[in-house]
């Protein structure tokens, strides 16, 4: 069994920061990319990043500049660190990793159980 969890939400005024974590645990053989989405009321889950193996890294154009995706592969880790936050960040925030739990196993994606963020104005 495969679980990832966020931590790191919380409630931010608008211009200040806050950094997510997601660890994933469980039996894992091999983790390919690791991802934020986020989710706000009313809309689609969005792309925020995305993060290779190797590191090649992909934005959404809304956070370019703002938020920054690492990963720690030997703890199975992906972080979010978002910074001069806007009111329209705003979202439960939920991250994902595409992993197999065996060598003979297909890759799968798993997802986190979401935590909010929330930009107060």
């Known amino acids: 069994q495969v679980q990832l969890v966020e931590s790191g939400g919380g409630l931010v005024q608008t211009g200040g920061s806050l950094r997510l974590s997601c660890g994933a645990s469980?039996?894992?053989?091999?983790?390919?990319?690791m991802g934020w989405y986020r989710q706000a009321p009313g809309k689609q889950r969005e792309l925020v990043a995305t993060?290779?193996?190797?590191?090649?890294?992909i934005y959404a154009d809304s956070v370019k500049g703002r938020f920054t995706i690492s990963r720690d592969n030997a703890k199975n880790t992906v972080y979010l660190q978002m910074n001069s936050l806007k009111a329209e960040d705003t979202a439960v925030y939920y991250c994902?990793?595409?992993?197999?739990?065996?060598?003979?196993?297909?890759?799968?994606?798993?997802w986190g159980q979401g935590t909010q963020v929330t930009v107060s104005s």
């Open positions: 469980g039996s894992i053989f091999r983790i390919n990319d």
């Open positions: 994902n990793a595409d992993l197999a739990t065996s060598w003979n196993s297909p890759y799968d994606m798993y």
């Open positions: 993060i290779t193996s190797g590191g090649r890294i």
